[in-house]
């Protein structure tokens, strides 16, 4: 069995449940667990206000209702699995450092900024600043993955200096935005201005973007690195054609406002290269 938070009442305002994780609930009795603050608005309220709370431990917590109110799930998390049946409000993983989220749903802004380690799965679309730097920071995520199998708004991967974000849906504008490292893999339309101010990394699109003048052609060739990692991709469910993965992809080096050592990747159908 495992640790599950039915919803019975759905909060007014957004909840914010940094302690709806597996770090926090190991070894706690089920009452201690629905005892643990939350902040509704600006009220104190336990977890057991809105949750019936139910199963036992292992390292395992199965989240079910209407949750686009409540945020900061899986805070800080170090471990375990958090498997979520629906929508998620936004925060969801934020700086969590190990372990698995799982959202069957849709999510909400501000999927795992700050995260290091670890991965976050939102098999629906989600919204804007997908592992990107918090308002004036300038570091973003360090480590871990982020797959969104869905659509992503503005700003994914933000400022991020480490790690895997993938979307396999459309993707907004500013694509990784002031990028220090890191992977950035888009498998749908893309908006404008991907990789503004980026200063090392690698962002690869599926369809021909509309660059900065900051970004200079190199070359068209098959990057061996790309394939595994769109293979690993195609193995946790993301749709990618075999064509893409063992195609030509031309190269553009970037932001010359900048280092200019990062690096856009565009797949190029065999009529084009």
Request: positive net charge; hydrophobic residues 40%.
């Amino acid at each position: 069995m495992t640790i599950q938070l039915k919803l019975h009442t759905k909060p007014d305002v957004p909840v914010e449940a940094f302690n709806i994780n597996t770090s926090v609930f190991a070894k706690l009795s089920n009452t201690k667990i629905a005892s643990l603050l939350v902040m509704h608005g600006n009220v104190k309220a336990e977890i057991g206000d809105f949750f019936k709370v139910s199963g036992k431990q292992n390292n395992k917590i199965i989240l079910a209702g209407d949750l686009k109110n409540v945020k900061h799930v899986g805070t800080a998390m170090s471990h375990g699995e958090i498997l979520i049946k629906g929508n998620i409000g936004s925060h969801v993983g934020a700086e969590m450092s190990g372990g698995q989220i799982v959202v069957e749903g849709d999510a909400a802004d501000w999927v795992a900024p700050g995260i290091s380690g670890g991965q976050i799965i939102v098999k629906g679309n989600a919204g804007h600043c997908i592992g990107a730097a918090y308002r004036g920071a300038h570091i973003g995520i360090t480590g871990g993955e982020i797959v969104i199998h869905g659509n992503a708004k503005n700003e994914v991967g933000g400022g991020m200096r480490n790690g895997v974000i993938a979307v396999g849906g459309s993707c907004g504008d500013f694509a990784g935005v002031n990028m220090k490292a890191g992977s950035i893999f888009l498998l749908g339309e893309t908006g404008i201005r991907a990789g503004a101010g980026m200063k090392r990394g690698t962002i690869a699109m599926m369809q021909q973007p509309e660059l900065l003048p900051t970004f200079s052609y190199d070359c068209v060739y098959k990057p061996i690195y790309l394939r595994i990692y769109l293979m690993y991709l195609k193995n946790l469910g993301l749709k990618i054609e075999d064509k893409k993965i063992v195609g030509n992809y031309m190269r553009w080096s970037g932001d010359s406002v900048e280092l200019n050592r990062g690096e856009i990747l565009v797949f190029t159908p065999p009529d084009i290269a």
